[in-house]
T-cell receptor
Framework: EPEVTQTPSHQVTQMGQEVILRCVPI?????FYWYRQILGQKVEFLVS????????KSEIFDDQFSVERPDGSNFTLKIRSTKLEDSAMYFC?????????????FGNGTRLTVT | AQTVTQSQPEMSVQEAETVTLSCTYD???????LFWYKQPPSRQMILVIR??????QNATENRFSVNFQKAAKSFSLKISDSQLGDAAMYFC???????????????FGKGTHLIIQP
């Protein structure tokens, strides 16, 4: 079964550094998402992406964050200047169909640790 | 804005028994989707079951079934014949139906930690 893959599985970075989290969505999917989960808390929506542009973003997704689909397969999340509170698990997801009922397929996540 | 509430931070059940996880939500919309996701210790998010709000029939997937009460805005998950592999965090999630082409995100509850006792 096709999977969403994320790299790296764990990223450690120093406060103030830029970090790029990478995702390869399922190949025929059209909608892409980033979520984050701070340890012990609920999963929070960050951003959705369709047709090479952001469709929706949450309040968390401020100017420090950006997303890009640099080629036909990768979908990246960049954090320009990381803060301690950015430490979290970041999940990429994709879905294939239109409408809210199309299930999201999640990757295994990237654990980001900011020191 | 929609909210999803899971009032049980932790539940425990004996192996082979049945357990029900609660979820309530708040929305002004009439058309939407509800999901249960499972997150085992590996941290992967796995779709367990999906319910379409305009369908009255409760969704079922093998040992997993839901009790969807639209008027009460309740969406509980029942796990029958619990197995050790069911141990995980379970998240209830909401998504609008009219989501501009499916681009809107999911709204998650805080999760319920399910413990299976052998």
């Amino acid at each position: 079964e096709p999977e969403v893959t994320q790299t790296p599985s764990h990223q450690v970075t120093q406060m103030g550094q830029e970090v790029i989290l990478r995702c390869v969505p399922i190949s025929n999917h059209l909608y892409f998402y980033w979520y984050r989960q701070i340890l012990g808390q609920k999963v929070e929506f960050l951003v959705s992406f369709y047709n090479n542009e952001i469709s929706e973003k949450s309040e968390i997704f401020d100017d420090q964050f950006s997303v890009e689909r640099p080629d036909g397969s990768n979908f990246t999340l960049k954090i320009r200047s990381t803060k301690l509170e950015d430490s979290a698990m970041y999940f990429c997801a994709s879905s294939g169909g239109t409408g809210g009922g199309s299930p999201l397929h999640f990757g295994n996540g990237t654990r980001l640790t900011v020191t | 804005a929609q909210t999803v509430t899971q009032s049980q931070p932790e539940m425990s059940v004996q192996e082979a028994e049945t357990v029900t996880l609660s979820c309530t939500y708040d929305t002004s919309e009439s058309d939407y989707y509800l999901f249960w996701y499972k997150q085992p210790p590996s941290r992967q998010m796995i779709l367990v079951i999906r319910q379409e709000a305009y369908k009255q029939q409760n969704a079922t997937e093998n040992r997993f079934s839901v009790n969807f009460q639209k008027a009460a805005k309740s969406f509980s998950l029942k796990i029958s014949d619990s197995q050790l592999g069911d141990a995980a965090m379970y998240f209830c999630a909401y998504r609008s139906r009219n989501s501009g082409g499916g681009a809107d995100g999911l709204t998650f509850g805080k999760g319920t930690h399910l413990i299976i006792q052998p």
